[in-house]
């Protein structure tokens, strides 16, 4: 019963709620501080890797399946974005939830086929997947680019503050919504599947169900930011079905604590705020970016997250017995 207070308990519940409001408040009134077109396109891509990373922990985080190829389906949505656009006129109020619905259709497919495997297995078929669609990409040079890409795809905004905004509101809404997912009867039982599928499938649930619906909620919500990308620069390419893009979304993910909602949006805006500020070093970036992640991983396994959850209970531990 503590465990279930500790996770699900209303202290908890309405802090982190009041959290959320606070967090919205900053991402809508952020651009009043800062106006540099720069900046504005740092924190869209910061929003742009919390959606990524937000998506993938609903899967992996909860129920412990390690997706490696959650790019297949972020460049599978951002090029069918790119080819209704270049090629119907397709806006991006259109190509958005085209795109999302056919991440989420893939997500359906490689669910069936792939989500009945257990531990390593599911995680290389994973990989396998996002493996091909980088290839194809790079030799279907006619009618996608090859390695060049796609270029002159209709902008989602007009300026740096509107793509700011457009992406801020989608990430907000996300994080939102699969917080109060994580809380539903159906976020418990994603939770029970990672904590013991062979006990779920005990008492009567079907397993294989629930992970293939949050596969498809995970993929459909990474289609429609790869799409919404794809818009922002005006370009897609093979690096977005790269494994390099499904590493990264992981690493933020463990680095700020999976399998909480929370957790994946501070380890999205630190490793992109921290590369970002490391790009002076030149080469040197990669080696100090990657040995940071490992120290984070190795002296905080649970993410960043549970670290500073540990140090708010003892501050209020302490308080509450000074009182």
């Known amino acids: 019963m503590e465990g279930y ?98 991440a989420a259709l893939f997500g359906l497919l490689v669910g069936v086929v792939t989500l009945r495997l257990k531990g390593p297995y599911f995680a290389a078929v994973t990989f396998c997947f996002g493996t091909l669609l980088y290839k194809m990409f790079m030799v279907s040079s006619k009618s996608l680019g090859g390695e060049e890409g796609l270029s002159g795809i209709a902008p989602l905004a007009d300026s740096p503050l509107g793509n700011y905004y457009f992406s801020g509101i989608f990430m907000v ?25 062979t006990a779920s499938e005990g008492s009567g649930i079907n397993t294989t169900y629930f992970k293939v619906v949050a596969f498809m909620i995970s993929a459909g919500i990474a289609g429609v930011a790869g799409t919404m990308y794809a818009h922002a620069q005006m370009h897609v390419g093979p690096e977005m079905a790269h494994d390099s893009l499904s590493a990264l979304v992981l690493m933020m993910a463990v680095v700020g604590g999976m399998g909480s909602i929370i957790g994946p949006i501070m380890g999205a805006y630190l490793l992109t705020l921290v590369n970002e500020s490391l790009r002076f070093m030149g080469e040197l970036r990669l080696l100090i970016y990657s040995g940071a992640v490992v120290a984070v991983i190795l002296f905080a396994p649970k993410g960043l997250l549970e670290i500073l959850s540990q140090g708010f209970r003892r501050l209020t531990g302490e308080r509450q017995k000074a009182i």
Not at 173 to 197: H, M, P, T
């Open 5 to 102: 207070e500790e996770l699900f308990g209303p202290r908890r519940f309405y802090r982190r709620l009041l959290g959320l409001g606070i967090f919205s408040a900053i991402v809508l009134l952020a651009p009043l501080v800062v106006e540099d077109p720069y900046y504005l396109e740092l924190l869209f891509l910061c929003h742009y890797y919390v959606i990524l990373a937000c998506s993938w922990d609903l899967l992996s985080g909860f129920t412990g399946n390690i997706n490696f190829g959650h790019a297949f389906f972020i460049a599978g949505a951002g090029y069918t974005g790119a080819v209704l656009n270049l090629n119907l006129g397709w806006q991006y109020w259109l190509t958005l939830p085209v795109g999302g619905i056919i």
């Open 173 to 197: 809404a996300v994080i939102v919504g699969l917080y109060f997912l994580s809380k539903s009867s159906f976020g418990l039982i994603l939770r029970s599947i990672g904590e013991n599928e």
